[in-house]
């Protein structure tokens, strides 16, 4: 028996520790070890590799992460949640940083290079869903590329999860589509049920894996950004159309790239949207660049 099978339950923690959950910051708990224990294998394995995971919460998935041998730097913004995890850091001395704070405002790379190991640094997270979408775009915005990561495994809402892996012709197909292909490989793994959760959440989640792309084709990220938002911003528009609002006449990067001017969004693949984004960046080159549309 581990030091942290000598834990007590979950349930308890959150009683004792007066952990009831609060809507304002995402809170849906998972208590099912066996789930944990799912989520914490799916990102492994973890002998060796640093986690970060936002919003430990009581210490469910913490739990889970540490059992599978990973060093973990856990970011929780609710000061509640202290205490809890300082009870499980205690049974695993050096093996788990609590930084109270928000994820949304903190450098993770920063933290994860001055926890220093030397080894990989993979994010892992039970997402609060009200901050998961700027989270996702902040880190796939990583500079430098290849980012300080290995590879996120993060739950969403099945909706969201679906909006990152859809293709070109699905009605769900978009700018976060777009970004999350553009600079990794993402993959729903497995749905989690509302029940498996206190409170339950209205909808399913799923747990999506993303790795990133050592390689992703070259392009500026702000000119992807600019089409990208340009385009779905008006989704039912031809091409010709909805690119106006970043060149009087868009149709040098058609020529420039081959694709219909007559063409919607949701028709181009990524490649294609990398080739308008070069296109554009090359059309703007020495003129003023237009300001950045806001984000999805
Ligand atoms: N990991 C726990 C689990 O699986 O049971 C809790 C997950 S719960 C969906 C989201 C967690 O993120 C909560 O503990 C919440 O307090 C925390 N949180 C919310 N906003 C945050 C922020 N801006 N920065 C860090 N943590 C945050």
């Known amino acids: 028996m581990s030091a942290l099978d000598e834990l007590p339950p979950l349930r308890d923690v959150i009683r004792r520790h007066e952990l009831s959950a609060r809507k304002s910051l995402g809170q849906n708990f998972l208590l099912d070890l066996n789930l944990t224990g799912k989520i914490a294998r799916a990102a492994g394995p973890l002998d060796g590799v640093t986690v970060v995971e936002v919003g430990p919460g009581p210490g469910g998935l913490t739990r889970a992460l540490l059992a599978e041998g990973a060093r973990v730097i856990a970011v929780e913004r609710d000061a509640r949640a202290l205490d809890a995890l300082a009870e499980i850091s205690e049974r695993v001395p050096g093996r788990l940083e609590v930084v109270a704070g928000d994820a949304l405002a903190l ?168 080739a308008l984004a070069n296109a554009l960046a090359d059309a703007v080159r020495g003129k003023p660049v237009p300001a950045a549309l806001p984000q999805p």
Not at 132 to 142: F, K, N
Not at 191 to 196: H, K, Q, R, T, Y
């Open 107 to 274: 450098d993770l790379s920063a933290l994860a290079a001055r926890a220093g190991g030397g080894g990989p640094v993979r994010v892992v997270a039970n997402l609060p869903y009200n901050i998961a979408t700027p989270l996702l775009i902040g880190w796939l915005s990583a500079e430098p590329w290849p980012p300080w990561y290995d590879a996120l495994v993060l739950m969403f809402q099945r909706e969201v999860a679906e909006r990152i892996v859809a293709t070109p012709g699905n009605k769900v197909y978009g700018r976060l589509a777009v970004l999350s292909q553009w600079r990794s490989e993402p993959k729903i793994l497995f749905d989690i049920a509302p029940s498996a959760f206190v409170p339950p959440p209205k909808v399913t989640s799923s747990v999506v894996r993303l790795v990133p792309r050592a390689k992703p084709l070259p392009c500026p990220q702000p000119a992807l950004e600019r089409v990208t938002a340009a385009a779905f911003g008006q989704r039912r528009k031809m091409l010709r159309q909805s690119l106006k609002m970043l060149v009087a006449d868009p149709t040098p990067l058609f020529e420039a790239t081959g694709i219909a001017p007559t063409a919607r969004a949701e028709e181009i693949s990524v490649a294609g949207f990398v």
